[in-house]
């Protein structure tokens, strides 16, 4: 594989919860200027004729990326009115959480007990969605988390926006426009906080990690030689899986699991 696994700060356990979530805020605002949720609704549209339950199961939810947006779009559409989601994550954001299970719109619901994505509970079933977040997971645990979908026999969407496909020797380029991209991105930030602000302009230690983070993601992010390496041995005729790129602001990789035949 051409990926190579260095570390993360919001992967760790010890990364303080503030921060890990000033992070996840970033990148929820990098997805809607890049257009994530129009390519994600096309991809989930198709990963819901899969299913007989019309449920997405976000894993590795996080600070929600884009999936909010996208669930509210697909809800409103004629037929799926009926359409729930649930967040889920193994560290998950109590605050997001709170904020959702609060709210008014049953169909929605943040789990507040850390999930596991390799072994999802049976009684999470829907289209399981990874929105850049594939990319954190060892080979292993990668290809756990798409066997544990095929053996549920549950439809599973993956999405990436960081891109793996420059030499090696430029994965570092990216570090110093990270940061100044963290401190642009900062005011489109919701909900902005004194927290996020003092530790964006005043000691930059959210930047600092964006900008790490940013830039070991393409060097982490499999490639689609690399996604058809985890998929070894898991092609069946009940169960097809499909790869590609998606164009527009940004260069995207998805890989879709679909289960075929009864019960899909």
């Known amino acids: 594989m051409k990926r190579i696994h260095l570390f993360e700060f919001e992967d760790f356990a010890w990364f303080p919860h503030g921060l890990r979530t000033g992070l996840t805020r970033l990148i929820v605002v990098m997805h809607r200027l890049l257009g994530s949720s129009a390519h994600l609704e096309e991809l989930l549209r198709r990963a819901l004729a899969h299913t007989d339950t019309a ?9 929600g990326g884009p999936m909010l947006e996208v669930y509210q779009t697909l809800k409103a559409q004629p037929g799926r009115g009926h359409l729930r989601l649930t967040m889920t994550d193994l560290y998950p954001n109590r605050e997001l959480a709170a904020a959702i299970n609060a709210g008014d719109d049953p169909a929605l619901r943040y789990q507040t007990h850390a999930v596991d994505a390799t072994r999802v509970d049976v009684e999470l079933r829907g289209v399981r969605t990874m929105i850049c977040s594939l990319h954190h997971m060892r080979p292993a645990v990668a290809r756990g988390i798409l066997q544990d979908a095929q053996q549920q026999r549950q439809p599973i969407c993956v999405y990436e926006i ?9 994965w570092w380029v990216a570090l110093l426009p990270n940061f100044l991209l963290a401190l642009l991105l900062t005011p489109f930030v919701r909900p902005l906080t004194i927290r996020q602000l003092f530790f964006t302009y005043v000691l930059p230690v959210i930047p600092l990690c964006f900008a790490w983070d940013g830039a070991v993601s393409n060097a982490r992010t499999y490639t689609l030689d690399d996604m058809r390496t985890l998929l070894e041995g898991l092609q069946a005729a009940d169960y097809t899986w499909e790869t590609g790129l998606l164009g527009g602001k940004a260069r995207k990789l998805y890989l879709l699991g679909l289960p075929q035949g009864p019960g899909a």
């Open 162 to 170: 960081s891109d793996n496909s420059f030499p090696i020797g430029l």
């Open 55 to 63: 449920t997405i199961v976000d894993l590795c939810s996080g600070s």
